[in-house]
């Protein structure tokens, strides 16, 4: 028959001799191992011997699992007879066939040795590993459980809490047993006293008999959870308290000592420090996270739109305090100053920011066939129609219509469109059954509307509708600084989309577009830089790349006329307006002009 192995060690029971039979053998604190140790620094699960063929093979189960074999630290190890191991502070002996009495006289009287071989005390590699666990990035509500496993397998606890302290709150972000099991965040679980004496004192508290403590004893937290042995200790971060630990064992008494407590102390100074970082490091990665969620949705102060110039944070403001509103919006501005990425951005910060946001152009679309895109038609309305359309009030219900130069309307559909802002329905081109539509309409151009009205060429009715809030947008040639804040966001955003070297602009570049006048505005800095991103060889734009003709010459800022003659008729209607107390009547005779135009510019000023 083949030899039976044993393992003989001695525990305060006397001399365990157990014959190793199966085919794989548990060692551990745990009663579930055949080869169960009362040994605070062995894990519960800390070992196994498997039988491989004629051989018996020792392997470590966990990584802070210590197995000392012969005086040397093994993982995997194949056992010969006679091999002396030593397990947390428990000496074995691996012996082939029945110890001999010499053999267990010689473990009986060998005493119970503290887990310290060759001069370290394999509890601090659990700290070296813990701590290495910490700083391999983990996030907070994981740490907390490394922390907390780490303190109940350093200590040999049969449960613990870690108690994180917020402010005037105390929270229990992790609570486990030995066995690494999650037992709930009831704070009943723990004493209140001893926790609210170590956050008073900032001092560890080590208790091996709590119910007959003199000074705790009595504590109704203490007698309801019928307390044997507690240790809490503060963890600290310079002069803060961030937290305890609190572990214990309701079944010994007296299982903590001094040196538990030392240790412990060494731990949760550097314990301390690790969660606070990790503390300082959420927090962080949830800033970066509101950030990177902000610039998604665009949801800050510009939202997608980008500006620090003072009118365009006077836009912004004006959004913001009208996206919870129905209220319609009339955008104006010159071509390519971005009309429609105002109502874009109006739509994203609404209640509607879910629903549809539909565009439409007004002027690109044939007089003809502008009425049925907008409000669609009936099948065989016409020569074409062979089959029911929805139009873009109906694509849009519910959410946010677009209209763009809407100063292109004819005459014929903005009785349409009027009758349809007033009474909330449309009815398609041939069938003349009304349908509900519950649209929030942006409208915008780059006409003065006043004047088009003045001219009969737009309904004044209308234009109150369309202009209950009114945004300007100034051109680019008057923002600042803005042009270069624009010009670096368009390169970024080109450069994933275009090869190209040129990752800036030079300084000459910069210059150029500061003074530059920009008929096209927005647009055609956007064709310019995508032209040169392209066809660019160097690591910065030039003036040339640009289209500036090679000079850095800065170009005069001249105004078109038209915008010339209205900023200083504007600044004159003011200043009349103040000098008659903002009397429209008086200020019309005054300036010998329709009372109706200075109505107009109040309600501009009104805006503004």
Same mark, same amino acid.
């Given at each position: 028959m083949p030899a039976v192995p044993y393992l003989t060690y001695s525990s305060d029971d006397g001399v365990q001799r157990i014959e190793i039979t199966r085919k794989l053998t548990g060692i551990g604190s745990s009663p579930d191992n055949k080869v169960h140790i009362a040994d605070p620094a062995i894990l519960p699960h800390h070992c196994q011997v498997l039988r491989d063929g004629k051989n018996w093979v020792l392997s470590s189960l966990d990584r802070e699992a210590l197995i000392m074999v012969n005086g040397k630290e093994r993982r995997h190890y194949k056992l010969q007879d006679g091999d002396l191991l030593m397990l947390g502070g428990t000496e074995l002996a691996w012996s082939v066939d029945e110890p001999t009495s010499q053999l267990q006289t010689t473990m009986s009287s060998r005493p119970r040795v503290p887990a310290v071989f060759g001069g370290r005390d394999p509890r601090f590699d659990k700290l070296v590993r813990f701590s290495e666990k910490l700083l391999a990035g983990m996030g907070l509500s994981d740490v907390f459980k490394v922390l907390l496993d780490s303190v109940i397998s350093l200590t040999g606890a049969s449960k613990g809490f870690l108690i994180h302290i917020s402010g005037d709150r105390m929270v229990i972000p992790a609570a486990r047993n030995v066995d690494r099991v999650d037992i709930g965040s009831d704070p009943s679980q723990v004493s209140d006293s001893v926790v609210a004496r170590v956050i008073k004192e900032r001092k560890p508290i080590i208790i091996s008999d709590a119910m007959n403590d003199t000074i705790l004893g009595q504590s109704r937290s203490v007698v309801d959870l019928q307390l044997k042995s507690v240790m809490c200790v503060p963890?600290?971060?310079?002069?803060?308290?961030?937290?305890?630990?609190?572990?214990?064992?309701?079944?010994?008494?007296?299982?903590?000592? #001094?040196? +538990?407590?030392? &240790? /412990?102390?060494?731990?949760?100074?550097?314990? !301390?420090?690790? $969660?606070?970082?990790?503390? *300082?490091?959420?927090?962080?990665?949830?800033?970066?996270?509101?950030?990177?969620?902000?610039?998604?949705?665009?949801?800050?102060?510009?939202?997608?739109?980008?500006?620090?110039?003072?009118?365009?944070?006077?836009?912004?403001?004006?959004?913001?305090?009208?996206? #919870?509103? +129905?209220?319609? &919006? /009339?955008?104006?501005?010159?071509?390519?100053? !971005?009309?429609? $990425?105002?109502?874009?951005? *109006?739509?994203?910060?609404?209640?509607?920011?879910?629903?549809?946001?539909?565009?439409?152009?007004?002027?690109?679309?044939?007089?003809?066939?502008?009425?049925?895109?907008?409000?669609?038609?009936?099948?065989?309305?016409?020569?074409?129609?062979?089959?029911d359309k929805q139009g873009k009030f109906e694509d849009a219900n519910t959410g946010t219509l677009f209209l763009d130069e809407i100063g292109e309307m004819p005459m014929n559909l903005q009785v349409k469109l009027l009758r349809v802002l007033q009474q909330r329905e449309?009815?398609?081109?041939?069938?003349?059954?009304?349908?509900?539509?519950?649209?929030?309409?942006?409208?915008?151009?780059?006409?003065?509307?006043?004047?088009?009205?003045?001219?009969?060429?737009?309904?004044?009715?209308?234009?109150?509708?369309?202009?209950?809030?009114?945004?300007?947008?100034?051109?680019?040639?008057?923002?600042?600084?803005?042009?270069?804040?624009?010009?670096?966001?368009?390169?970024?955003?080109?450069?994933?989309?275009?090869?190209?070297?040129?990752?800036?602009?030079?300084?000459?570049?910069?210059?150029?577009?500061?003074?530059?006048?920009?008929?096209?505005?927005?647009?055609?800095?956007?064709?310019?830089?995508?032209?040169?991103?392209?066809?660019?060889?160097?690591?910065?734009?030039?003036?040339?790349?640009?289209?500036?003709?090679?000079?850095?010459?800065?170009?005069?800022?001249?105004?078109?006329?038209?915008?010339?003659?209205?900023?200083?008729?504007?600044?004159?209607?003011?200043?009349?307006?103040?000098?008659?107390?903002?009397?429209?009547?008086?200020?019309?005779?005054?300036?010998?002009?329709?009372?109706?135009?200075?109505?107009?510019?109040?309600?501009?000023?009104?805006?503004?």
């Open positions: 963890l600290q971060a310079k002069d803060s308290l961030i937290g305890v630990l609190y572990v214990g064992n309701e079944g010994l008494g007296a299982l903590f000592g #001094p040196d +538990d407590l030392e &240790l /412990l102390k060494v731990f949760a100074a550097q314990a !301390g420090l690790i $969660l606070q970082n990790a503390l *300082l490091l959420d927090e962080l990665r949830v800033e970066n996270l509101d950030l990177a969620r902000d610039l998604q949705a665009g949801s800050g102060l510009g939202g997608a739109m980008i500006g620090g110039h003072q009118r365009m944070l006077d836009v912004f403001r004006t959004l913001d305090k009208i996206a #919870p509103t +129905d209220i319609s &919006l /009339l955008v104006t501005g010159e071509t390519g100053t !971005g009309k429609e $990425l105002v109502a874009r951005e *109006l739509h994203s910060r609404s209640n509607r920011r879910d629903k549809p946001f539909v565009s439409i152009n007004c002027g690109a679309i044939p007089e003809n066939l502008l009425e049925s895109e907008l409000f669609g038609h009936k099948k065989g309305a016409f020569t074409g129609a062979v089959a449309i009815e398609r081109v041939g069938e003349g059954k009304p349908r509900p539509v519950d649209i929030r309409v942006v409208s915008a151009t780059n006409k003065i509307l006043a004047d088009e009205i003045a001219s009969g060429r737009f309904r004044e009715d209308l234009f109150y509708r369309l202009n209950e809030i009114h945004v300007e947008l100034p051109p680019l040639r008057d923002r600042g600084d803005d042009v270069v804040l624009i010009a670096q966001h368009i390169l970024a955003r080109y450069k994933k989309l275009y090869p190209g070297k040129a990752s800036g602009f030079s300084s000459d570049s910069v210059d150029a577009m500061r003074h530059y006048v920009w008929p096209g505005n927005i647009r055609q800095m956007e064709n310019r830089i995508k032209k040169g991103l392209v066809l660019s060889d160097g690591p910065m734009l030039t003036p040339a790349d640009l289209g500036f003709g090679g000079t850095n010459k800065p170009q005069r800022r001249w105004k078109p006329l038209n915008d010339a003659r209205e900023d200083w008729q504007t600044r004159y209607i003011k200043e009349c307006l103040e000098a008659h107390e903002w009397n429209k009547a008086a200020t019309a005779r005054a300036l010998d002009v329709d009372p109706r135009t200075i109505f107009r510019y109040v309600e501009k000023f009104k805006d503004d």
